[in-house]
């Protein structure tokens, strides 16, 4: 790991040595700054986002990590003693940092998974009615008359789009919360 103070972290951001700080931090499992101010903290996750392509995850617990948070693609604001200022600008709120974990592991990879079978869902629907459509043409002479009522076109993307994935989205856990804890590899697998 790497740990970093506030004033070196102000040398690294607006010298020459940004690209030497970021091939040191890529070599590293973890990075830590400490006694950083909220614009130093927001200026590294720019830096990390723009530089190396990656997706970045701020957590942080109070005002001074708002900046921070709102920069990073996600963010986690952890309610407690320095008020909820860092809670109302993020993505996910948790109450201690050691569910974090949790957080990421278990209903990282729920939301992921749920997600991406969603999208093939939303594809298979439109390419059912579309088809649909396409054959009806030529059956009607390609006259542009409409196969159905409307209100039988809004019932049905009422009741496919929103009851199924409303559905899944409750029910569905592909892999116990307890073997996801226990075996982080899990989540990288599904990507």
């Not at 970093?4 to 972290?9: H, K, Q, V």
């Not at 830590?32 to 701020?58: G, I």
Request: hydrophobic share 45%; charged share 15%; net charge neutral.
């Amino acid at each position: 790991g790497l740990v970093i103070d506030g004033r070196t972290l102000e040398h690294v951001l607006h010298n020459s040595l940004q690209n030497i700080f970021l091939e040191l931090t890529e070599k590293c499992r973890a990075v830590v700054c400490c006694q950083a101010t909220p614009l130093q903290k927001s200026v590294l996750v720019k830096l990390v986002r723009s530089k190396l392509k990656a997706m970045t995850l701020a957590v942080g617990d109070g005002a001074n990590d708002v900046s921070m948070i709102q920069v990073a693609d996600i963010g986690v604001g952890i309610s407690g003693q320095e008020g909820m200022q860092a809670v109302m600008a993020s993505d996910f709120a948790i109450s201690q940092f050691r569910h974090l974990r949790k957080l990421l592991l278990v209903h990282g990879h729920w939301c992921y998974t749920r997600l991406t079978n969603m999208v093939l869902y939303f594809f298979y629907k439109n390419v059912t009615y579309v088809n649909l459509l396409f054959w009806y043409q030529f059956f009607c002479g390609f006259s542009g008359t409409s196969m159905t009522d409307y209100w039988i076109l809004i019932l049905f993307n009422l009741l496919f789009t929103s009851v199924p994935p409303i559905i899944y989205g409750v029910l569905d856990k592909d892999v116990s919360a307890e073997i996801l804890m226990e075996l982080p590899q899990l989540y990288t697998m599904s990507q």
